[in-house]
């Protein structure tokens, strides 16, 4: 049973945007563009910024261009802490460890055209041992974006929060092709095919936390978003426990997704933290 909330496209991605920020106001990108001259309204003011410019993950719009597309992206091309990285040889171990509560709530999920997103439901929250943040959205990519030793796996979801200070934090989870995976299962029986408003599925109870490896042993990085604007400053933890996904749940996935992974950007100076 799906209950269609009283947005529509442009609403859903401003509303993304606003609680967000810049982030996600990317993945929504392509919708809004489509749509803010004819919608600017009430929320006009903050259209301004919000003025995107099409990308995608292949040919002439795709990560290889992205930074020359729009002076907003130009970090996808100049940054030099982007994200997905290689994680190999880390350094020291961290210290600190990640600890979550996320809260259970009816299935909010939507098709932004880049990704499946599912919006987290209020009072989710995750430490880092630095800072306090509160979750935000989870959403897909096939393949996976991050690779371990140059190994890319068939999928990684990415929970994306943000502190007080407006700081993000991520959290990136692989999952490698094996058992079926019930967590997935919600997910893959109602995730919209296209592009699509946000469908608040009731009776779909779902837990964000049923997509995290129960040892939640991470790699740590500074990095970026890896979508335009490619904004830097975001603190990364990557799971070293990988989760599992069966053929038939990650063809369904790539079926909707297709491929949209950024390929890994260079290390530079950073520093990987190792699992601790
Ligand atoms: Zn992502």
Not at 188 to 202: F, G, T, Y
Not at 211 to 216: K, Q, S, V
Not at 243 to 253: F, I, V
Request: charged share 20%.
């Amino acid at each position: 049973m799906i209950e269609y909330i009283g947005l529509n496209r442009f609403q859903t991605a401003l509303r993304t945007s606003l609680f967000a920020g810049v982030d996600l106001l990317a993945l929504a990108a392509c919708e809004r563009s489509a749509e803010v001259s004819e919608d600017a309204s009430p929320e006009g003011a903050a259209s301004h910024e919000v003025k995107a410019v099409h990308w995608s993950y292949a040919g002439e719009d795709g990560p290889e261009n992205w930074g020359g597309l729009s002076e907003d992206y130009a970090a996808c091309a100049t940054g030099t802490a982007q994200s997905p990285i290689d994680l190999t040889q880390p350094g020291l171990a961290s210290d600190t460890a990640l600890s979550v509560d996320y809260a259970s709530g009816p299935l909010e999920i939507f098709n932004n055209g880049h990704t499946v997103q599912i919006n987290s439901a209020p009072g989710s929250t995750m430490n880092n041992g630095e800072k306090d943040y509160v979750l935000l959205q989870l959403h897909f990519h096939t393949p996976s974006e991050h690779t371990v030793d140059q190994l890319r796996f068939p999928l990684e979801a990415h929970f994306v929060h943000r502190a007080d200070d407006g700081g993000l934090g991520v959290i990136g989870v692989l999952f490698e092709e094996g058992a079926h995976n019930d967590a997935l299962s919600p997910v893959l029986a109602n995730m919209p095919q296209d592009v699509s408003e946000l469908h608040k599925i009731d009776g779909v109870d779902f837990n964000p936390s049923d997509l995290l490896p129960a040892d939640l042993a991470v790699y740590r990085y500074s990095g970026s978003l890896t979508t335009p604007p490619c904004s830097e400053g975001v603190a990364w933890h990557v799971a070293a426990n990988v989760l599992p996904a069966s053929s038939d749940q990650l063809n369904a996935l790539r079926a909707v997704l297709g491929e949209n992974a950024r390929p890994v950007q260079p290390i530079n100076q950073r520093e990987i933290t190792a699992p601790n």
